[in-house]
């Protein structure tokens, strides 16, 4: 038996996937992700979460594993395998690679979460088939990932996709980057949620209001749609705003990068897909070069939570065949 496991450390869940030979699902679990004291408790809390899907459909044992995979939370030196610093989980300046090598047979991965949520689309979803592949995953922020000739690119020192923080509006919003109309502050969740505010406060987005008042950690994707659902206009005209702003982004990643696929993925496109998508579609089309706009697709993701951990089981395969 020969198994890969993809291990998605998220701020509010950890989930685990086995893959066999053939890249399906033979195992997988899922936890909240708890506050840890160290570094070492993290890895003892992967190990324990492996061990559980490798039970969960008698997959085999740890012994069958060839290669791990992780997506982690925060910085981490990828060339080296150290945690630099996540508080949130209480891991700081931690070996976290050699220490999961220490405890597993095979070789460990460690990737960028959204670099691993295209990479699983592109193996198992939405991208299969295709060989020129951008992503972009508008939530907290807007993460990007860039598949060229059917091979993840990270860009010299690793840190290529930030499509978020490409500029389209000059002296527009600050962004978290300390920069000033990126795409990131006019098109994600976050971005959104600051208007949203703004309407529930002013009595437009009564749903808004009742549900989760005037806080913005209250807004989640789920109760934006429920708005809308209700009728209220001008929460859908705020979603069709960023939906243009992205838009204007995707034309722009259009011309530079000529993908075969754009893909949307993330909770906030997949719940408010009715009216952010042909938005962002049709202005990805005026805003891209007719030639390279009339070959390029445009679709929603498919794998959901799994493409993450999906995707850096799929990557840490990859990485025993080189």
């Known amino acids: 038996m020969v198994l890969y496991a993809g291990i998605d450390l998220g ?11 053939s890249m399906e699902v ?3 679990s899922k936890v909240k992700t708890p506050v840890l004291e160290s570094g070492d408790d993290l890895v003892l809390l992967m ?3 492996i061990e559980v899907a490798l039970a969960s459909e008698n997959a085999g044992t740890l012994e069958d594993l060839v290669s791990l995979g992780v997506t982690f939370p925060g910085p981490v030196d990828f060339t080296t395998g150290y945690v630099k610093d996540t508080p949130n989980l209480g891991v700081r300046d931690f070996p ?10 095979g070789i460990v991965v460690l990737e960028n979460d959204v670099n691993a949520g295209i990479y699983g689309e592109f193996v198992a979803g939405a991208a299969r088939g295709y060989k020129h ?18 091979h993840l690119y990270r860009g010299a020192s690793g840190g290529a996709g930030e499509i978020g923080h490409m500029k389209i509006q000059l002296e527009g919003r600050l962004c978290g980057c300390g920069q000033r109309g990126c795409l990131e502050a006019l098109a994600s969740k976050t971005s959104l949620a600051k208007d949203l505010v703004h309407l529930a406060g002013t009595g437009k987005a009564p749903t808004i209001f009742e549900k989760a008042g005037t806080d913005i950690a209250n807004i989640k994707s789920g109760l934006i749609k429920k708005s809308i659902e209700a009728g209220e206009t001008e929460v859908q005209k705020l979603v069709e705003k960023a939906a243009w702003y992205l838009g204007v982004g995707l034309g722009n990643v ?9 893909i949307l993925g993330g909770g906030l496109v997949e719940k408010l897909q009715p009216w952010m998508f042909p938005v962002a579609e049709s202005t990805m089309r005026e805003f891209a070069m007719p030639s390279l706009a009339a070959k390029v697709e445009l679709k929603v993701a498919e794998l959901g939570d799994d493409s993450v951990a999906r995707g850096v089981a799929a990557l840490a395969k990859e990485a025993v065949l080189r």
Do not use: C, H, W
């Open 96 to 105: 976290l690679r050699t220490s999961l090598e220490a405890k597993v047979p």
């Open 254 to 262: 259009v011309n530079i990068f000529n993908p075969e696929l754009v």
């Open 47 to 49: 190990i324990e979460q």
């Open 133 to 150: 592949v951008v992503g972009l995953y508008p939530g907290t922020g807007i993460g990007g990932g860039i598949i060229i000739d059917g």
């Open 11 to 21: 701020g509010t869940k950890l989930l685990t996937v086995l893959l066999n030979e």
């Open 26 to 28: 033979v195992g997988k």
